[in-house]
């Protein structure tokens, strides 16, 4: 692949680093990345890939900006409030690197359309907010075969993951999907929501920035894949941890007798 002298500025940081290099470079500019939610974590996620030089990235979110996500979703601006924030998301975008080409969904992933969207890209970023969208996600990237990177943020705390249950780690053992951790979601109302408890704005740009960097890492292949661990970060005390997780032979998706085996368990 043949860079312009103006990717080549562009791009010089990337270039410079020798597990990216221009091959690299390349490959990301050729990638086709999947970001659900244009929100907390969606935003900084968007940002990075964008100013990366992902060649395509796909942003999935119904919503429109309101002026109590400006505190934390810093890929909308104050005169956006009111638009939809996939349109939002693309004036910006368009600002940092009109290189890239920006797709926007303007609705919903259900059941119906989760298959068919997925399978378009190479790897999907969940930045949702809510258990039935990631739930959905996780199951739609096992059937579809795509890695997932994702991220879920409360109040000052945040992990971090990355799932890739079709393939198996180094020593040849199978890699865990979400469902493997937590088989089905919690009742409605359990796990309080960032609307109902709130969230420290910055924390998004932590949790989204490791996402868009593991994002980054499994595009390009390089470097120790997340699959396999979760990294946990609580804000407060200022801790990182990272522990090993492994696949449950009785996960209901990816285990030996799966009950899961289509999409039609999730509301459409
Ligand atoms: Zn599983």
């Not at 990301?28 to 659900?36: A, G, N, Y």
């Not at 879920?152 to 053992?173: C, E, M, S, V, W």
């Not at 709130?198 to 292949?221: N, P």
């Not at 970060?233 to 696949?247: D, S």
Request: net charge negative.
């Amino acid at each position: 692949m043949d860079f312009t002298e103006n990717q080549i500025q562009r791009y010089a940081r990337h270039i410079l680093l020798n597990d990216v290099g221009g091959e690299g470079q390349a490959r990301l500019m050729q990638s086709k990345v999947l970001v659900i939610g244009a929100g907390g974590l969606g935003s900084p996620v968007i940002l990075y890939l964008a100013a990366a030089g992902i060649g395509t990235i796909g942003v999935i979110d119904d919503d429109v900006v309101d002026l109590s996500n400006l505190q934390r979703q810093i890929v909308h601006t104050t005169d956006a409030v009111g638009t939809a924030k996939v349109e939002s998301a693309r004036q910006t975008i368009k600002a940092i690197n009109p290189e890239v080409n920006l797709v926007t969904h303007p609705h919903r992933i259900t059941a119906d359309n989760a298959l068919e969207l997925i399978s378009s890209y190479d790897l999907v970023a969940d930045g949702c907010d809510n258990f039935a969208t990631r739930f959905l996600v996780n199951d739609a990237c096992y059937f579809a075969k795509k890695p997932l990177v994702s991220a879920a943020i409360l109040r000052f705390d945040g992990q971090l993951y990355t799932f890739r249950p079709n393939d198996t780690d180094a020593k040849g053992d199978p890699l865990p999907c979400y469902r493997c951790l937590f088989p089905k979601a919690p009742p409605p109302g359990q796990v309080p929501t960032c609307a109902e408890a709130g969230v420290l704005g910055a924390l998004c740009g932590t949790m989204g920035s490791l996402q868009a960097t593991e994002v980054i890492k499994e595009l390009i292949g390089i470097g120790d894949s997340l699959a396999g661990s979760i990294l946990i970060y609580e804000g407060l005390a200022t801790e990182f941890q990272k522990i090993r997780v492994k696949a449950d032979p009785n996960c209901p998706l990816c285990g030996s007798t799966p009950t899961i085996t289509d999409l039609s368990s999730h509301d459409t």
